[in-house]
Structures are given as C-alpha cells and as structure tokens.
C-alpha cells in the first residue's frame, strides 16, 4: 500500500522567513515518483516539481528547494524568503510508474505579512 | 505544453438533477484519466480509473452507479454525478496520463460542484 504522510496540518510564519514542508512516504514499489503541488484558495493545482525514485539529488529553482532522502522516505520542501503569496495549501504525493495519485493530507500555509 | 482541461469550472444545481463534467486532454492523447474529490479542507481523494474504451474503475466506497465515467475517446471523460445531493457538493479535479509517459502529471483546474 502507499501513503503520503504530512506531519504539520497549519503552518504560519511571517514574511521572509524560511519554512521547510514535511513529507513521508511509504511504497513497495521501487520505481515511483514523488511531486508538490501547491493549491492557492481558487483550488487549481499547481504543479511544482516531480522526482523520480532514481535520482535523490536535490533541486533549487528560486526560491523553493526538495530535499529527496530515500533513506529516510522523506521528500521535504523548503520555501526561502518565504511571501504572503506563497499561502496555500501545498500537497506532497506520490506515484507508482503508470498508477494514480496517492496525496499526503496537506499542509496549509499561512505567510503573514 | 500539455494541458488538460475541465469544464464546467464551477456549477450549481438542484437537488435531484444529474451534472456533466468533462476532462479534455488537450494535446496529447490519455489512455488513463483519473477522477478525484476533494472536501473543504480535505485533501484529493481517488474516486475512479477511467480508461479509454473500458469500464471506469471505482476505489472502494466511490457508487459507480451514481458517478457515471465514460472515458469514449482518448482525449476525453466525463464524470457524470446522478441524482445529486448536497453531500455530493465537493471540488472535483481529473488527471490524464500521457501515453508516451506513465506518469500522471497533467490536471485539470477542477470543478466546484454546489448542490441546493
């Protein structure tokens, strides 16, 4: 079975602060992949990253940076200097080769100015 | 790059009465397009599998008879809420698999469905 655990339900911060996302996963598979998304209040997804399990290597893009552990299952996000616009509900998941969506709870994000 | 999209982007209805949402994939063709709910403040659950050509799969819990798929092309499904009820009042959002590409990756901008 596969499950997406997101420890922290609420996380508030104030701007410019930095504030790393949690994420676990579990999976029998040995070829998944792992994804963020981020939900702003008008509940479209957005896409931010997907790492397959072969590569663990970490990734910047701006602001925002995925630690990848397989060691741990853990796939955590940090948002540097972090802007009122970053508040949303941002969900880890996870993906078994050609299968659907398995999505953590969620983490709501409130970044206060 | 590809996109999928849905229509309606939000609907409301009466109690009693049936709703039609479709999920385009709109420049790649998807042999698998997956339905999923979301509650206020709750995360995506699956509901079903469509697959192009074949009967939906639905995950435990999910009516196949109340929320009809019909997935009659590769490039569209559509969910079909029957007789809706207030509880079925939730945010609805597809997914399509590229064929050249396992990996479920492209959502639609989902559907608020109100029911009154």
């Known amino acids: 079975a596969q499950k997406v655990t997101q420890a922290q339900t609420e996380i508030s911060v104030v701007e410019k602060e930095d504030v790393t996302l949690d994420c676990v996963y579990e999976?029998?598979?040995?070829?998944?992949?792992l994804f963020w998304y981020k939900q702003p209040p008008s509940g479209e997804l957005v896409f931010l990253i997907r790492r397959n399990s072969f590569d663990e290597q970490n990734e910047i893009s701006g602001r925002y940076s995925w630690n990848f552990q397989k060691s741990t299952s853990s796939f955590n996000f940090t948002i540097t200097a972090s802007q009122v616009v970053d508040s949303a509900v941002y969900f880890c998941a996870l993906s078994a080769y050609g299968q659907n969506f398995v999505f953590g709870p969620g983490t709501r994000l409130s970044v206060l100015p | 790059g590809a996109v999928v999209s849905q229509h309606p982007s939000w609907v409301i209805c009466k109690s009693g009465t049936s709703v039609k949402i479709e999920c385009r994939s709109l420049?790649?063709?998807?042999?698998?397009m997956f339905w999923y709910r979301q509650f206020p403040k709750q995360s995506l659950m699956l509901m079903a599998t469509s697959n192009e050509g074949s009967k939906a799969t639905y995950e435990q819990g999910v009516e196949k008879d109340k929320f009809l798929i019909n997935h009659a092309s590769l490039t569209l499904s559509t969910l079909t809420v029957t007789s809706a009820h207030p509880e079925d009042s939730s945010f609805y959002i597809c997914s399509a698999n590229r064929v050249s590409d396992n990996s479920p990756l492209h959502f639609g901008n989902g559907t608020r469905l109100t029911v009154t």
């Open positions: 999976t029998r598979d040995t070829t998944y992949y």
């Open positions: 420049d790649f063709q998807a042999t698998t």
